[in-house]
């Protein structure tokens, strides 16, 4: 009995802390997003014809989010002091510094050389999870693919302005 209750605790402690990666990344992800709108100055900016509509960020950050967190939560649980964890957690502060950066401080540049960075990492940690844990490495791909546009988004938007 001592033996199903150890296992149903460590089972329910598994799905904890994935709704708690699922909440932090989201909360945080739309904390930032609410309080770093693009505002009048971005629609002010010069746009490459390829920009798309400002509805599409939020659906397509919230998926992805979702997808980054579960990433995260099988990385933890693989390895929470492993090298493919530490570049989750990086991503993701750059992830963060991305918004506030661009918007609040109105730096495109500054903006450029973060997205580039965290899609160097997104790639990374890809390329690592795919050896060790394939699905972790298969959610990123949608996200890397997304970065990659709004590294060429950010990179426009910087030459255009």
């Given at each position: 009995?001592?033996?199903?209750?150890?296992?149903?605790?460590?089972?329910?402690?598994?799905?904890?802390?994935?709704?708690?990666?699922?909440?932090?990344?989201?909360?945080?992800?739309?904390?930032?997003?609410?309080?770093?709108?693009?505002?009048?100055?971005?629609?002010?900016?010069?746009?490459?014809?390829?920009?798309?509509?400002?509805?599409?960020?939020?659906?397509?950050?919230?998926?992805?989010?979702?997808?980054?967190a579960i990433a995260?939560?099988?990385?933890?649980?693989k390895s929470a002091?492993?090298?493919?964890?530490?570049?989750?957690?990086?991503?993701?502060?750059?992830?963060?510094?991305?918004?506030?950066?661009?918007?609040?401080?109105?730096?495109?540049?500054?903006?450029?050389?973060?997205?580039?960075?965290?899609?160097?990492?997104?790639?990374?940690?890809?390329?690592?999870?795919?050896?060790?844990?394939?699905?972790?490495?298969?959610?990123?791909?949608?996200?890397?693919?997304?970065?990659?546009?709004?590294?060429?988004?950010?990179?426009?938007?910087?030459?255009?302005?």
């Amino acid at each position: 009995m001592r033996l199903i209750a150890s296992i149903w605790s460590g089972v329910r402690l598994r799905w904890l802390l994935l709704v708690g990666f699922i909440l932090g990344v989201l909360g945080i992800g739309w904390l930032i997003g609410a309080t770093n709108l693009p505002g009048a100055w971005y629609a002010s900016l010069q746009k490459p014809s390829f920009n798309p509509p400002n509805w599409i960020f939020g659906p397509t950050w919230s998926v992805l989010y979702v997808m980054i967190a579960i990433a995260g939560w099988r990385t933890y649980l693989k390895s929470a002091n492993g090298a493919a964890f530490k570049l989750w957690v990086c991503q993701m502060a750059l992830n963060f510094a991305w918004s506030p950066t661009v918007f609040s401080v109105h730096s495109l540049g500054a903006g450029l050389l973060i997205i580039l960075a965290m899609l160097f990492l997104i790639l990374t940690f890809t390329v690592i999870q795919w050896r060790s844990d394939r699905v972790s490495a298969l959610l990123f791909i949608p996200y890397g693919t997304w970065v990659g546009f709004a590294s060429i988004l950010n990179s426009s938007l910087y030459r255009l302005n």
